[in-house]
């Protein structure tokens, strides 16, 4: 068997049916689409959105602007003066934050924010520490 000698099966194929090319064809005329209206016309019809009289369904949804990224990452916020609350010198973990109940969320991470300042010296372990403020 070569290329050229492939063919589709019996009646996988049908021929196009050419409308509006003479009575004799049966599709004369108006070519199937009936008189006047506006479906009659060439490039008549309705657009996607249009629903028939009804309030169309992309204005029955809320108005809403832009989107939320998925996989966004929130972190609890602490900031120094927070930590005020721990004894001198103790280690300050996500664990003990959550104890002391100064996170939102204990499944997120824990981010510590400048804002404030403490006289107590501390060990902070946390996922990310901000910039700002003076962490000696």
């Known amino acids: 068997m070569k290329l050229h000698e492939l063919k589709p099966n019996e009646g996988a194929q049908k021929r196009r049916r050419r409308v509006g090319r003479g009575i004799s064809a049966g599709q004369g005329k108006t070519a199937g689409r009936g008189t006047k209206g506006q479906n009659s016309r060439r490039g008549g019809g309705t657009s996607l959105m249009h629903q028939g009289g009804n309030l ?37 973990t996500p664990e003990t934050l959550a104890e002391a109940r100064l996170l ?9 924010l400048g804002e404030g300042e403490i006289e107590k010296a501390l060990t902070v372990s946390a996922h990310r520490v901000s910039k700002g403020g003076d962490f000696g």
């Open 56 to 92: 169309p369904f992309f204005r029955r949804l809320p108005f809403k602007r832009g989107f939320t990224p998925p996989f966004r990452v929130v972190y609890n916020e602490v900031n120094v003066y927070q930590l005020g609350g721990f004894r001198k010198g103790s280690e300050v």
């Open 104 to 112: 939102k969320d204990e499944c997120n991470p824990v981010a510590i």
